[in-house]
Structures are given as C-alpha cells and as structure tokens.
Nanobody, 123 residues
Framework: VTLVESGGGSVQAGGSLRLACATL????????LGWFRQAPGKEREGVAC?????STQYLWDVKDRFTTSYDGANLYLQMTGLEPEDTATYYC????????????????????WGQGTQVSVPS
C-alpha cells in the first residue's frame, strides 16, 4: 500500500484548502483512514479519521471546520475557516488490516503513512 498526498499550500486566514491522499495497492474492504498534523516543536496529533463502519471522528478544535471523506480510491480533507494555528505538515495514514473497521485518532493505530504536505496560514 502506498499513500500519495497532494493539495497543500499557503492560504489566508479564513480561507479553505482541500487535501487529497491517493490510496494505492489496496485489496481489503476494511479500513481506518486518518489525517494527522505536526507543527514544528509539537507532537503529531490526529485531526480527522474515517472507517469502514461508516464512522468519522474529529479533533475537537476542527470538528466544525474540517470534513474528511473517502471514495474508495482517494481520501480527502476539506478544510474551511483556516486559522494560523492550523499551520503544520499534514499526513494521511491508513490501516487496511482485516477486522479494522473503527475510527481512531491515535498514530499507533495506523500502519501506512503518506509523505506529508505543508499547510501554511500566515498570521
């Protein structure tokens, strides 16, 4: 499995961006897919996730601004109302093990990771 991210960039506060993550080489129907971010000097934190049981989960700070979705080939993160505090490198992550159908915002619950894409929201 390979994850390939795209869609990062710089946007003014209040603006929007959509990140995409192509999930290549997937053969299983069970999945847990997530978005994480890491700002300089901070730990990686889970932002949003979606799983094959139909559930989504969001970090409290973004739940009214970010939306994640999966179309079977690409994972998306639609971000609106971006704030300077959202500046970070964003990573997509995946776990396609059989029986993995529930959401999680914990990095240890994921196996595959994308290369990361930078999102900058200048103050």
């Amino acid at each position: 499995v390979t994850l390939v991210e795209s869609g990062g960039g710089s946007v003014q506060a209040g603006g929007s961006l959509r990140l995409a993550c192509a999930t290549l080489g997937v053969t299983n129907f069970d999945y847990r897919l997530g978005w994480f971010r890491q700002a300089p000097g901070k730990e990686r934190e889970g932002v949003a996730c979606i799983s094959s049981d139909g559930s989504t989960q969001y970090l409290w700070d973004v739940k009214d601004r970010f939306t994640t979705s999966y179309d079977g080939a690409n994972l998306y993160l639609q971000m609106t109302g971006l704030e300077p505090e959202d500046t970070a490198t964003y990573y997509c992550a995946a776990n396609f093990n059989t029986g993995v159908r529930s959401p999680s915002l914990k990095p240890r619950d994921y196996i595959f990771w994308g290369q990361g894409t930078q999102v900058s929201v200048p103050s």
